[in-house]
């Protein structure tokens, strides 16, 4: 139906092999280089965008829904020129840090939260990414507008199933892991949570409220989260329960990690002296009974 296709010269590759193979047997080699042009190609490439924008830019950013920790991203190529937020993309660290008024602009309203480098960025990417932006801008509604976000008053249950979520006593229903695997709190047990991740005491004030934090922990994009909750995500009513129990630790000062690590030394060494003494009662009379049999042999050739 068309008289050029795209990767032409590909198809004509793989249909000379089919033909020879009916005379000699087609290197591996060439079929494997085939089929990764065609996996490969420029249009391959491009597809991805949406997925990667999903997974690693909704959690801070909206394309038409307002802001979220990050600025809405909508019409951003007419607030800024092209190359700045590619070089932005590249490394925004260092654009930040720069002293550029834009970008200085840019994190007095992220509240000092800096925007981390976006996983396998390059050039290509992130001209992708604009493109995408752009598109996306020009719809009435975007894909990218955000989560519906419900707005109903948090409960004392909804607390509490967000502390047991926290904890681990009620299982996420994908699978995903409880949070005191990486985090801590400023109520959790005496021996306190993981160190991985920071404290999550006052998040809720640190992200600005209810629509950014909902946003990030649907689509968390940390290089340590994003691996876990990618396959396997929070449910809306789980997300719903978090963000209840993090409202509610506001006001509450984060955990005192130095008085877990003590707890958790002292209870090492009472354990290890616990298992010195079972250890010793276990084995007494053994070690006695040998002791015994060697002091009467030896007091035996004496008296010879």
């Known amino acids: 139906m068309c008289d050029n296709p795209p990767n032409g010269p590909v198809l004509k590759t793989l249909a000379f092999a089919s033909k020879a193979s009916t005379h000699w047997q087609v290197p591996l080699a060439m079929l494997c280089l085939s089929a990764g042009l065609l996996f490969f190609s420029p249009q391959a490439i491009g597809q991805d965008t949406p997925v990667y924008f999903k997974l690693n830019c909704t959690n801070c950013h909206t394309i038409g829904g307002g802001r979220l920790t990050g600025p809405d991203l909508k ?37 000092g939260i800096y925007m981390p480098t976006p996983p396998q960025i390059s050039k290509d990417r992130a001209e992708n990414l604009l493109d995408l932006i752009e598109d996306e801008s020009l719809l009435e509604e975007s894909q990218f507008k955000g989560l519906k976000i419900s707005t109903a008053p948090f409960t004392d249950d909804d607390r509490a199933k967000g502390r047991n979520i926290f904890l681990g006593p009620h299982r996420l229903e994908a699978g995903g892991s409880a949070c005191i695997s990486c985090h801590s709190m400023y109520d959790t047990p005496s021996l306190g949570g993981g160190r991985l991740g920071p404290d999550l005491t006052n998040v809720y004030e640190r992200l600005k409220g209810r629509k950014a934090l909902s946003a990030w922990l649907g689509a968390p994009g940390t290089e340590t989260m994003q691996p876990i909750f990618a396959n396997h995500p929070l449910k809306s009513e789980e997300v719903h329960a978090l963000v209840a129990y993090f409202e509610s630790t506001t006001a509450e000062r984060p955990a005192d990690s130095s008085a877990g690590r003590v707890a958790f030394l002292l209870s090492g060494l009472v354990g290890a002296v616990i298992g010195v003494f079972f250890l010793d009662t276990l084995w007494k009379r053994r070690f006695h009974s040998v002791r015994r ?12």
Do not use: H
């Open 75 to 111: 019409d951003v190529s007419k607030r800024q020129e092209r190359e700045w937020l590619i070089n932005f993309l590249m490394n925004p660290k260092s654009v930040l840090d720069s002293g550029d008024s834009y970008g200085k602009k840019i994190l007095e309203e992220s509240r």
């Open 293 to 304: 049999t060697l002091v009467e042999a030896n007091t035996s050739r004496g008296k010879l």
